[in-house]
């Protein structure tokens, strides 16, 4: 059974980094073909994909946060994070990962306020 563990502050202030962590186990993060993502979801609003890190270390973010956001990994720890810096208070969500569609993370709660 695959269980995702987030970590990581439910407050940060504007202009920082958001930093979560997503460890994993029942599966390894480098099992072929297998993906991890970030997906958020805004107090009101639709859930909106971050960015993925593939099995092989790839990773792939949204234009839209590209700018700001990292996706890395520790293979030893089997786990993977997110970084966005910069934040604002329109980064203020809810924010979730996931392995695929399948297995979600039981998300974070994540408020940028001064």
């Known amino acids: 059974q695959v269980q995702l563990q987030q970590s990581g502050p439910g407050l940060v202030k504007p202009s920082q980094t958001l930093s979560l962590t997503c460890t994993v186990s029942?599966?390894?993060?480098?099992?072929?073909?297998?993906?991890w993502n970030w997906i958020r979801q805004p107090p009101g609003k639709g859930l909106e994909w971050m960015g993925q890190?593939?099995?092989?270390?790839?990773?792939y973010t949204s234009p839209s946060l590209k700018s700001r956001t990292s996706i890395s990994r520790d293979t030893s720890k089997n786990l993977f994070s997110l970084q966005l810096r910069s934040v604002t208070p329109d980064d203020t969500a809810m924010y979730y990962c996931?392995?695929?569609?399948?297995?979600w993370g039981q998300g974070t709660q994540v408020t940028v306020s001064s």
């Open positions: 029942g599966d390894s993060i480098t099992t072929s073909g297998s993906t």
């Open positions: 996931t392995r695929g569609t399948r297995n």
């Open positions: 890190i593939l099995y092989d270390g790839w990773t």
